[in-house]
């Protein structure tokens, strides 16, 4: 693959983005609301986190819901085909809302539009959106938005270029935990992935706009950030002075916000010195995301994974060594081509041998221009759906077991919001990353609180304040 390197944004085209918007705000046919649809991940999350900052820089409010707003923007995800449909499915809803709202303007962005051939898909076959654009042409937002609103026809943007915009303006979700996006993009080329092809090469934010930024969310009060990446293990790479992801989490520790978390990390790139970190720092939550994806060492190589069953369960180990009870978290698939039953039990029972404390558990779904929806074998869907339930029991059975061990512990829960079962409690994450239940109100939420975990109900956590 040709070497491709990184575009920064320079602070003159933002600016250049800061006067479109301000061109939008006085004109008098813009859409006065938005609303922003987000599917995906948590850098898609935070993606729409600035697309909501942006549109408020243009002058416009949030509107609650998709039917009330003039300007709806679907930030779409392609990881797999039902996420892809669904976003699909509800842009087509949305033709039918305008029927009533004439003056909607529609805008899909996103992974989805950066896949080959989607740029057209859209002139072809929905027609009615009126913008779209692609995961690299975020900071656009005003011009686009701007030619859009003097255009009658789609407007389209999709490049394909490595891009780092910083200090784009950001509406976020919560006041008391942020995400900072550290890297982006990917290099790995797993091969039943479609995210390097829409997510562009590897590239890493320099560290002192990220210290920078980390210092500005202590400031505000920030009390958890979550640093995003999809392989942030790898972070530095390509930046001057051999900068590494654990020597980014040792000047993030000394900040002093009281909780920091990271995702999504590749066992192939987990080190020893950033396990080491880990145990030593104050700060760094005692939980990590380890995608395993596979318990066969056949399979884990036609993934091109690049570490075998063996590699994995050491990384486990060590990380289990320097940071004891550490909260395990994983990424697991079923039916990728070729999966034999006996194979397929090698990944039930890798998930019985860790004992996670949750999974998200795929079946493959074929991506065009990926390797592997080349390869012979495709299991059928009644196989792949047998054993995702078979995979779910399996997890299910080992996470009670894991979870059982904070009963009768400490822990410290950050509260996000009452609990959806009933408004006398509350619900938060504690450090090691389960979510736990306990008597509350509603000014608790955004306050860290030291729980004693009690019981576990239906799989989740519950206690009481000490
Ligand atoms: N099919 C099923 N699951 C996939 N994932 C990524 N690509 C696919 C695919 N084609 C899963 C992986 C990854 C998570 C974010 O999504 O488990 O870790
Ligand atoms: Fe996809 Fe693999 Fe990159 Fe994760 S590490 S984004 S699964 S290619």
């Not at 057209?120 to 011009?143: C, H, M």
Request: overall charge neutral; aromatic content about 6%; glycine content about 8%.
């Amino acid at each position: 693959m040709a070497e491709r390197k990184p575009v920064h944004i320079t602070p003159e085209e933002l600016a250049e983005q800061r006067r479109y918007a301000a061109m939008i705000s006085a004109m008098a046919n813009r859409p006065e609301s938005y609303h922003v649809v987000t599917y995906g991940c948590q850098m898609n999350a935070h993606d729409s986190e600035k697309l909501a900052g942006m549109l408020r820089d243009m002058g416009m409010t949030e509107a609650a819901t998709r039917e009330e707003a003039g300007f709806v923007i679907f930030n779409t995800c392609c990881v797999r085909d039902n996420a892809e449909r669904r976003a699909l499915g509800n842009v087509t809803w949305l033709k039918e809302v305008r029927k009533r709202n004439p003056k909607l303007i529609i805008a899909v962005c996103g992974c989805m539009i950066q896949q080959p051939g989607m740029a057209e898909k859209i002139l072809r076959q929905y027609r009615f959106v009126d913008l779209a654009f692609g995961t690299s042409n975020l900071y656009k937002l005003p011009q686009l938005l701007y030619q859009t609103l003097n255009s009658d026809r789609t407007v389209i943007e999709v490049e394909d270029v490595d891009t780092i915009a910083e200090d784009l303006p950001v509406k976020r979700l919560r006041n008391d935990a942020a995400y900072i996006t550290i890297m982006y993009g990917c290099d790995n080329f797993c091969s039943y992935c479609i995210v390097p092809y829409v997510r562009g090469r590897e590239r890493s934010r320099d560290m002192e706009a990220i210290l920078k930024e980390a210092r500005e969310l202590k400031e505000a009060g920030v009390k958890e950030i979550m640093l995003l990446g999809q392989n942030v293990n790898s972070y530095g790479k390509g930046l001057e002075g051999g900068v590494t992801f654990a020597n980014l989490l040792r000047e993030l520790d000394e900040i002093g916000i009281p909780r920091i978390r990271f995702m999504t990390s590749h066992p192939k790139d987990l080190s020893d010195e950033l396990i080491e970190v880990m145990g030593k720092s104050r700060h760094i939550l005692p939980q990590f995301h380890l995608p395993v994806q596979h318990g066969n060492d056949e399979i884990l190589r036609r993934m091109n994974r690049r570490y075998t069953r063996a590699q994995y369960l050491d990384r486990v180990r060590k990380l289990r060594e320097s940071v004891p009870g550490i909260g395990l978290t994983t990424d697991i698939i079923v039916g990728f081509p070729g999966e034999t039953e006996e194979q397929f039990r090698d990944t039930l029972s890798i998930v019985k041998e860790v004992g996670y404390d949750s999974a998200f558990t795929f079946i493959y779904s074929p991506r065009t221009g990926t390797v592997a929806a080349r390869m012979d074998g495709q299991i059928p869907e009644d196989i792949a759906t047998d054993r995702i339930k078979r995979l779910i029991a399996a997890q299910e059975e080992g996470q009670r077991k894991a979870m059982s061990r904070f009963i009768g512990m400490e822990e410290e829960v950050l509260v996000e919001g009452l609990s959806r079962r009933s408004d006398a409690d509350v619900s938060g994450h504690g450090r090691h990353g389960v979510s736990i239940t306990f008597p509350g109100t509603e000014a608790d939420i955004g306050q860290i609180i030291r729980v004693r975990v009690t019981a576990m109900k239906n799989n989740t956590l519950v206690g009481e304040r000490i």
